[in-house]
């Protein structure tokens, strides 16, 4: 019986999740300060902007999206809700969160090419005289 490979690699391939992913199987682990505080919102619009804005073309989407980057990728540790802070607040792995929004970005990232390519490709298609 022969596998494709990408189903086998898929196999090992850490999961990404979301916070309220994360925090529907955790409420009642997680303390009372830290579900009733800022950080599962902060932690969040970090998220959803960092995926949300990646491919606007517009200036605000584009500094939402550099600034959701810019905290998540950040090791500045000054200030109440700097990135590492507000994970361990709320028992998320820092660096498995940020490992997992890189793939993704990755990923996103050449497939948006790969299509842009193809319609630039059908574009210019010059057709073969017979």
């Known amino acids: 019986m022969w596998i ?12 990404v999740l979301l916070p309220a992913q994360y925090f ?3 409420q009642e682990e997680v303390s009372g300060d830290a ?10 619009d970090a998220v959803y902007s960092f995926q949300k804005y990646l ?7 584009k500094l939402l ?16 809700f700097y990135y590492r802070k507000v994970c361990d607040v709320l028992g998320i792995d820092s660096g498995y969160l940020r490992c997992g929004l890189l ?22 298609h010059v057709r073969r005289a017979k």
């Open 4 to 15: 494709p490979i990408e189903k086998i690699t898929a196999l090992f391939q850490p999961d």
């Open 24 to 26: 529907d199987n955790r």
């Open 35 to 44: 579900r009733e505080g800022s950080h599962p919102g902060v932690l969040e």
């Open 55 to 61: 491919f606007v073309p517009d200036k605000k989407g």
């Open 65 to 80: 999206f550099k600034e959701a980057e810019r905290w998540i990728f950040d090791d500045d540790e000054s200030g109440v």
């Open 103 to 124: 793939r993704w970005k990755k990923e996103h990232l050449a497939s948006w090419v790969k299509g842009r390519l193809c319609r630039i490709r059908k574009r210019h």
